[in-house]
Each structure stands twice: as C-alpha cells, then as structure tokens.
T-cell receptor, first 115, second 109 residues
Framework: EAGVAQSPRYKIIEKRQSVAFWCNPI?????LYWYQQILGQGPKLLIQFQNNGVVDDSQLPKDRFSAERLKGVDSTLKIQPAKLEDSAVYLCASSFHTSGPYEQYFGPGTRLTVT | AQRVTQPEKLLSVFKGAPVELKCNYS??????LFWYVQYSRQRLQLLLR??SRESIKGFTADLNKGETSFHLKKPFAQEEDSAMYYC???????????FGGGTRLMVKP
C-alpha cells in the first residue's frame, strides 16, 4: 500500500510570512495526526483528526496555526504568520483505527526553515 | 500530564555488545507504550508495542510499572541497528501519543 504523502518536502520562508503543508494519509485511515519536531527533540502532537472532526488540538498554537481535513481525507496545516521558533520538521501520520493502541504510519515530513 | 524521558541522547556500542536504551514515563493511568525507530533517510516507524509482548529484530522491551520504565534491550547489537529510537506513551483515551526526546544508537564495527 502507498504510504503517507506530504508536500512540500522542504520550505524556506521569512518570518511573518505564511506557509501551508499538505498531507494525504493512507487510504482508509480514519485518524490523521500532525506533529511538530524541533531539532533534537521528539515529535510533539499538534492536532488529531478522526475523519473530518478534531479530536485533540490542545497543543496547537491557535493564534497562528490552523488545520483542516476536508472530506475526511487530505489535510492541510497552515502557519500565519510564521515565527523563527516555528523552524522544525512537520510530520503527518495516519492510523486505521480511531483509538489506540495501534500503529501510526508516518510521512516523510516537511522541513520548514524560518529566517 | 503525561511525560516520557529518554535520559541518553547518544548511545555508542560495539557490534555484538548488549544494548539497553532507557525510557521512563510519568502517567497517572495505565499506559500503553511503544518504541518507534527512524533509520537514516527513512520515515519514523513502529518497532514494537508493549501490549504485543513481541520481539522485533531481536529487540524486546518490558514494562515495569513499579519503576515506570520501558527500556529497550537487545543482547547483541548489529551495525544495522544504528538509528534514532523514540519511546512513546499513549493515554487511556487512545488519542494522544507523547514522545520522548529520542536516543541515537551508534553501533561501531
């Protein structure tokens, strides 16, 4: 089966600019996750969708970050405006099941550099 | 709040030596624990989960609730084991995975 797809793979922007990331999960996977991984740290969950509804967004900085999952398939994560501290790898993951403990399948990530 | 701590950023061993990657957690409920691995230029992927009580690629991990630990072990390290290893904890609702900071394992020839 095809894996989780993400684009772009790399993005460089200046602070205060906006950026959007796209994720296409594995076909049939109900749950989709966005993580932020800052250099030298483990992934941190930003938001979790179950189909097209938000399950948890408690760690999403809502003043600048937004995410949507229209039609319960693809998802986009947006940052507006970006800050220097947003430089990180943004990982998308998906899971077939709606609750754990089940495996999450990760995409290759998008490396964001904010200058 | 749930927290996962991996005290070692880097662990370097020689091929054939035993390996133990430490993971300690803090969680008030009954945890579900995982080890994820990222090989060079590859995606983050599941290595093993404690509920399955399985051995994958020679690795095992035992949940010790008394010590709140879930250390990953392998009796004889191989060069292909070199990678980043992340311990992760899932809450009881099954909707939040918390990762540790990761340990880089380097297996020298």
């Amino acid at each position: 089966e095809a894996g989780v797809a993400q684009s772009p793979r790399y993005k460089i922007i200046e602070k205060r600019q906006s950026v959007a990331f796209w994720c296409n999960p594995i076909s049939g996977h109900a749950t989709l996750y966005w993580y932020q991984q800052i250099l030298g740290q483990g992934p941190k969950l930003l938001i979790q969708f179950q189909n097209n509804g938000v399950v948890d967004d408690s760690q999403l900085p809502k003043d600048r970050f937004s995410a949507e999952r229209l039609k319960g398939v693809d998802s986009t994560l947006k940052i507006q405006p970006a800050k220097l501290e947003d430089s990180a790898v943004y990982l998308c993951a998906s899971s077939f099941h709606t609750s754990g403990p089940y495996e999450q399948y990760f995409g290759p990530g998008t490396r964001l550099t904010v200058t | 709040a749930q927290r996962v701590t991996q005290p070692e950023k880097l662990l370097s061993v020689f091929k054939g030596a035993p390996v133990e990657l430490k993971c300690n957690y803090s969680y008030s409920g009954s945890p579900e624990l995982f080890w994820y691995v990222q090989y060079s230029r590859q995606r983050l992927q599941l290595l093993l989960r404690h509920i399955s009580r399985e051995s994958i690629k020679g690795f095992t991990a035992d949940l010790n609730k008394g010590e709140t630990s879930f250390h990953l072990k392998k009796p004889f390290a191989q060069e292909e084991d070199s990678a980043m290893y992340y311990c992760a904890l899932e809450n009881n609702a099954g909707n939040m995975l918390t990762f540790g900071g990761g340990t880089r394992l380097m297996v020298k020839p």
